[in-house]
């Protein structure tokens, strides 16, 4: 009974604790797409504040391989608990802060400054976030196990989704769009407070990982483990840099960039855009959920390779159904690609950590991560969106598909050789 207990509060530690660090970054994500460009920039054009808005986006991406290396290297030093109790406590101190900001109106570029101060604060919180919560979840999973673990934390991308979404979506339906620009939009960000408390409550009840207190009775933790990594596991490192780029750029082009250009461009109602996306979302979890069973049954590489080929299709479709002019049809597009997203995001819980032994594993998996996001996720919403008033909507799909492409050959790289969550040496699968 009481293990059972113990399994429950880790899972729900790993979903509470992404679910909070997504709810915070998406709410950013939304209200960069939707108000921070005249509320924090000055006015050129509208074209122009957007692109501020989502550069803005973008800083947390820079940040984040700093907030993996400062957290990967207490994590594998001192343990996975603390560390992830640190990371929350950042990620969600600077995204209530960003509550109280004054606008472009009130202080000048003070005003921007301090949003783009903050939202790097949210990128060092986040960078260690994930790798944390994934290590908890698979380092107590029991043999056969590891994937449908690893999908906990996985599943806090929807539920953190769905919560800032849902958030916006009553504000929008209950304010004028005055009062939402006004004061309304900094709701979400104050709530953010109450979620992370709720977070450190689940996360502070834990008891350290089994496949860390095994590592530091073999030895004692590396000194320096970034230094590790990169002279024994870079190859890897760069395997699993490449094998991310996939997730984050499906996620951006289909939550961030649709609504921000769905919204502006092609005329779409707001209200309605944001309630396709959550309707859509659901296929995201539904994907990680099957993605999960799948890569127990099977191995989490060859069902990130099938999620690769779907992000391919979704980007051919993107245009056709986007751009259509139909809401539907443009349903149809947003709850494909999330579809495809939940395929390869799911399994990174369980092949992330595979890649690496136990005394070097946060470090190691939150390098790939993070920088990978760099790469597939921190200018994507700018790229996208000069790519479609350039050269159209089609570019934007074949942009897609090359971080789809881009994530095969690192899939490849890869290998089939893993670590398993509780050994120092490698096993094949």
């Given at each position: 009974?009481?293990?059972?207990?113990?399994?429950?509060?880790?899972?729900?530690?790993?979903?509470?604790?992404?679910?909070?660090?997504?709810?915070?970054?998406?709410?950013?994500?939304?209200?960069?797409?939707?108000?921070?460009?005249?509320?924090?920039?000055?006015?050129?054009?509208?074209?122009?504040?957007?692109?501020?808005?989502?550069?803005?986006?973008?800083?947390?991406?820079?940040?984040?391989?700093?907030?993996?290396?400062?957290?990967?290297?207490?994590?594998?030093?001192?343990?996975?608990?603390?560390?992830?109790?640190?990371?929350?406590?950042?990620?969600?101190?600077?995204?209530?802060?960003?509550?109280?900001?004054?606008?472009?109106?009130?202080?000048?570029?003070?005003?921007?400054?301090?949003?783009?101060?903050?939202?790097?604060?949210?990128?060092?919180?986040?960078?260690?976030?994930?790798?944390?919560?994934?290590?908890?979840?698979?380092?107590?999973?029991?043999?056969?196990?590891?994937?449908?673990?690893?999908?906990?934390?996985?599943?806090?991308?929807?539920?953190?989704?769905?919560?800032?979404?849902?958030?916006?979506?009553?504000?929008?339906?209950?304010?004028?769009p005055g009062q939402f620009k006004d004061w309304g939009w900094r709701i979400p960000f104050l709530a953010s407070a109450l979620l992370v408390g709720l977070g450190l409550w689940v996360r502070l009840k834990l008891t350290e990982t089994a496949a860390f207190?095994?590592?530091?009775?073999?030895?004692?933790?590396?000194?320096?483990?970034?230094?590790?990594?990169?002279?024994?596991?870079?190859?890897?490192?760069?395997?699993?840099?490449?094998?991310?780029?996939?997730?984050?750029?499906?996620?951006?082009?289909?939550?961030?960039?649709?609504?921000?250009?769905?919204?502006?461009?092609?005329?779409?109602?707001?209200?309605?855009?944001?309630?396709?996306?959550?309707?859509?979302?659901?296929?995201?979890?539904?994907?990680?959920?099957?993605?999960?069973?799948?890569?127990?049954?099977?191995?989490?590489?060859?069902?990130?390779?099938?999620?690769?080929?779907?992000?391919?299709?979704?980007?051919?479709?993107?245009?056709?159904?986007?751009?259509?002019?139909?809401?539907?049809?443009?349903?149809?597009?947003?709850?494909?690609?999330?579809?495809?997203?939940?395929?390869?995001?799911?399994?990174?819980?369980?092949?992330?950590?595979?890649?690496?032994?136990?005394?070097?594993?946060?470090?190691?998996?939150?390098?790939?991560?993070?920088?990978?996001?760099?790469?597939?996720?921190?200018?994507?919403?700018?790229?996208?969106?000069?790519?479609?008033?350039?050269?159209?909507?089609?570019?934007?799909?074949?942009?897609?598909?090359?971080?789809?492409?881009?994530?095969?050959?690192?899939?490849?790289?890869?290998?089939?050789?893993?670590?398993?969550?509780?050994?120092?040496?490698?096993?094949?699968?």
């Amino acid at each position: 009974m009481g293990g059972t207990r113990q399994t429950g509060r880790i899972l729900l530690a790993s979903l509470v604790g992404t679910s909070v660090e997504f709810y915070d970054f998406y709410i950013y994500a939304t209200a960069a797409s939707l108000v921070f460009g005249p509320l924090f920039f000055p006015a050129t054009s509208a074209s122009a504040q957007l692109l501020s808005s989502y550069a803005s986006f973008g800083l947390a991406f820079l940040a984040r391989p700093l907030g993996g290396a400062l957290f990967g290297h207490f994590g594998d030093r001192i343990g996975r608990k603390s560390t992830l109790v640190a990371s929350l406590l950042l990620m969600g101190l600077s995204t209530a802060a960003i509550a109280f900001l004054p606008t472009y109106a009130m202080v000048g570029w003070m005003a921007p400054a301090l949003l783009c101060l903050l939202r790097v604060g949210q990128g060092i919180g986040l960078g260690g976030e994930w790798s944390g919560a994934a290590l908890l979840a698979v380092e107590n999973a029991p043999p056969g196990w590891r994937a449908r673990f690893g999908m906990a934390p996985q599943l806090g991308a929807p539920v953190g989704f769905l919560a800032a979404n849902g958030f916006f979506l009553i504000l929008g339906a209950t304010l004028t769009p005055g009062q939402f620009k006004d004061w309304g939009w900094r709701i979400p960000f104050l709530a953010s407070a109450l979620l992370v408390g709720l977070g450190l409550w689940v996360r502070l009840k834990l008891t350290e990982t089994a496949a860390f207190a095994a590592a530091l009775e073999e030895a004692p933790p590396p000194r320096v483990p970034i230094a590790d990594v990169l002279r024994d596991h870079l190859g890897r490192t760069l395997a699993g840099i490449l094998g991310v780029v996939c997730c984050f750029a499906v996620y951006y082009i289909a939550t961030a960039f649709a609504l921000g250009y769905g919204t502006t461009k092609l005329g779409y109602a707001k209200q309605a855009f944001l309630e396709a996306q959550l309707v859509a979302i659901l296929f995201m979890a539904v994907g990680i959920v099957l993605a999960g069973w799948l890569s127990d049954a099977l191995d989490p590489r060859r069902v990130l390779i099938w999620g690769c080929i779907g992000a391919i299709v979704a980007g051919a479709l993107l245009a056709p159904l986007l751009g259509s002019g139909s809401m539907m049809h443009a349903s149809v597009f947003l709850a494909l690609a999330l579809l495809a997203m939940g395929f390869v995001y799911g399994p990174l819980g369980a092949w992330l950590p595979g890649l690496f032994p136990p005394q070097v594993r946060y470090t190691g998996t939150s390098l790939a991560f993070n920088i990978g996001g760099i790469i597939g996720g921190g200018l994507t919403p700018i790229l996208a969106k000069l790519l479609a008033d350039r050269f159209g909507l089609a570019t934007v799909g074949a942009y897609m598909a090359g971080a789809a492409a881009v994530s095969i050959v690192g899939l490849l790289l890869a290998g089939r050789a893993t670590y398993d969550a509780g050994r120092t040496a490698p096993i094949e699968m």
